[in-house]
């Protein structure tokens, strides 16, 4: 299992949003250059962010790219889910009806990738776009310290 490359992309659109102060706004032109994402996969991505309510979008002079809620109540597993669909590991999860014995409820493979799943969705719902912000920043200082 791997997150595609729009997944990627929105993680590191999401992590330059959060690092906004509160009402700032940001052009996708600054968002790109500064995280090197293509500009055509960039807006792409971010329009899948804000349908997803995760951020907000202001046109005009003047206008940008914002979170729509505050970095704490935003987490991976918002921005995965928001570009990328429902996590499941495999289509029985989805579904029972696309097991192909029928036998879902009974499956111990079924029982064994559900609770895989289920600590996948945990882990990526732990994490939120805050807590990153501040790791990023005791990362740069530890950088900067080095040099």
Same mark, same amino acid.
């Given at each position: 299992?791997?997150?595609?490359?729009?997944?990627?992309?929105?993680?590191?659109?999401?992590? @330059?949003?959060?690092?906004? &102060?509160?009402?700032?706004? @940001?052009?996708?032109?600054?968002?790109?250059?500064?995280?090197?994402?293509?500009?055509?996969?960039?807006?792409?991505?971010?329009?899948?962010?804000?349908k997803?309510?995760?951020a907000?979008?202001?046109?005009? @002079?003047g #206008?940008?790219?914002?979170?729509?809620?505050?970095?704490?109540?935003?987490?991976?597993?918002?921005?995965?889910?928001?570009?990328?669909?429902?996590?499941?590991?495999?289509?029985?999860?989805?579904?029972?009806?696309?097991?192909? &014995?029928?036998?879902?409820?009974?499956?111990?493979?079924?029982?064994?990738?559900?609770?895989?799943?289920?600590?996948?969705?945990?882990?990526?719902?732990?994490?939120?776009?805050a807590?990153?912000?501040? #790791?990023? &920043?005791?990362?740069?200082?530890t950088?900067?310290?080095?040099?």
């Amino acid at each position: 299992m791997q997150l595609n490359q729009a997944t990627d992309y929105a993680l590191r659109a999401m992590l @330059v949003l959060a690092s906004l &102060k509160p009402g700032e706004v @940001v052009d996708a032109q600054t968002i790109a250059t500064r995280e090197r994402i293509p500009m055509r996969f960039l807006l792409r991505t971010l329009r899948l962010l804000v349908k997803a309510g995760i951020a907000t979008s202001q046109r005009g @002079v003047g #206008g940008g790219y914002a979170l729509a809620r505050s970095p704490e109540e935003v987490t991976l597993l918002d921005v995965v889910e928001a570009v990328e669909g429902p996590i499941r590991i495999n289509r029985c999860l989805l579904d029972p009806e696309y097991c192909g &014995k029928r036998w879902a409820d009974h499956c111990p493979v079924h029982q064994a990738l559900a609770g895989v799943q289920s600590a996948l969705r945990h882990e990526l719902a732990r994490h939120n776009f805050a807590e990153l912000i501040r #790791g990023a &920043k005791g990362n740069q200082s530890t950088r900067d310290s080095r040099e």
